[in-house]
T-cell receptor
Framework: EAGVTQSPTHLIKTRGQQATLRCSPISGHTSVYWYQQALGLGLQFLLWYDEGEERNRGNFPPRFSGRQFPNYSSELNVNALELEDSALYLC?????????????FGPGTRLLVL | GENVGLHLPTLSVQEGDNSIINCAYSNSASDYFIWYKQESGKGPQFIIDIRSNMDKRQGQRVTVLLNKTVKHLSLQIAATQPGDSAVYFCAENPYNTDKLIFGTGTRLQVFP
């Protein structure tokens, strides 16, 4: 069974541009989570989507947004990119049938903002 | 951020020895805990989890211990192997949410 997949693996943008990152959850999983892992920092929760709706978001500015599609895949959009947005963006998925189910992570998209 | 890590602690062990990685969690409302392993260039990989109604759970070569009184979690790896070299993160999941709060991580280095 395929795990969580993310694309692209690497993304290079310049300051002020927009970035779009994509995630496909494990088959049968309905919840998708996004985390940011910046150099020197731990993983920080960004967004949680379930059944197409945003359920929770972390302490990030509104220029970080996303959506979940009917097939449960998800996009993370980062507008007006800043240098400090350079990080590994990780997507995770879970079954979504109840709270506190195991989250399984994808390989991440490494975003570099120049 | 919620888990700012300026320094990544490192644990160096000899191949074949047992490893113990510790983690202090912060939220008293957390009642689900997970250990993840992250190898260089990869996403975190689930190792083992434990819920707050337990104080010990065993997997294959790994054991997680939970001490709710002092809000402490540990991961024990038996007979550590070179393939165990990675950064290990503990994560806490507060009640009634799916937001994981990660620790700063510990780098495990296994030498022959």
């Amino acid at each position: 069974e395929a795990g969580v997949t993310q694309s692209p693996t690497h993304l290079i943008k310049t300051r002020g541009q927009q970035a779009t990152l994509r995630c496909s959850p494990i088959s049968g999983h309905t919840s998708v989570y996004w985390y940011q892992q910046a150099l020197g920092l731990g993983l920080q929760f960004l967004l949680w989507y379930d059944e197409g709706e945003e359920r929770n978001r972390g302490n990030f500015p509104p220029r970080f947004s996303g959506r979940q599609f009917p097939n449960y895949s998800s996009e993370l959009n980062v507008n007006a990119l800043e240098l400090e947005d350079s990080a590994l963006y990780l997507c995770a998925s879970s079954k979504g049938t109840e709270y506190q189910e195991t989250q399984y992570f994808g390989p991440g998209t490494r975003l570099l903002v120049l | 951020g919620e888990n700012v890590g300026l320094h990544l602690p490192t644990l160096s062990v000899q191949e074949g020895d047992n490893s113990i990685i510790n983690c202090a969690y912060s939220n008293s409302a957390s009642d689900y805990f997970i250990w993840y392993k992250q190898e260089s260039g990869k996403g975190p990989q689930f190792i083992i989890d434990i819920r707050s109604n337990m104080d010990k759970r065993q997997g294959q070569r790994v054991t997680v211990l939970l001490n709710k009184t002092v809000k402490h979690l540990s991961l024990q790896i038996a007979a550590t192997q070179p393939g165990d070299s990675a950064v290990y993160f503990c994560a806490e999941n507060p009640y009634n949410t799916d937001k994981l709060i990660f620790g700063t991580g510990t780098r495990l280095q296994v030498f022959p």
